[in-house]
């Protein structure tokens, strides 16, 4: 189980990169506040003002919840520390588009991932 909620994760982590907004050199933090939400596998990620993040992940009907911080970087990153399963991971996600709608990001390996304001 744990497995397949860290693979939800790095799915899910795989999505966050290069924002646009205010400055298109940098991440608009008002604008990455709040619930963001993946369908498949339905994850959704909060970011919170204070550098935290939740990710809560629904498989087979059961929702985990995993916690974690976040740090905006130089220009268009974001940096996401997690521990899982008693492992720290650390992604870097880089924001390809950042709106009060959609969050479109590519984490280290190229994937991309686009995730909707949840309302």
Do not use: C, H
């Not at 929702?63 to 974690?68: A, L």
């Not at 991971?89 to 990001?105: N, P």
Request: hydrophobic share 40%.
């Amino acid at each position: 189980m744990r497995a397949l909620i860290g693979a939800a994760v790095v799915l899910a982590l795989a999505g966050f990169t290069t924002a646009l907004g205010q400055d298109k050199d940098k991440v608009d933090a008002k604008k990455l506040i709040g619930k963001w939400e993946m369908k498949d596998p339905v994850v959704v990620v909060e970011f919170a003002d204070n550098g935290k993040l939740t990710f809560s992940v629904d498989i087979d009907g059961k929702t985990e919840k995993i916690e974690g911080t976040y740090k905006l970087l130089e220009g268009l990153k974001i940096e996401v520390l997690l521990m899982i399963a008693g492992k720290e991971m650390r992604e870097t996600l880089t924001v390809k588009k950042l709106t009060d709608e959609e969050l479109v990001t590519t984490d280290s390996k190229g994937k991309d991932e686009t995730l909707k304001k949840k309302k």
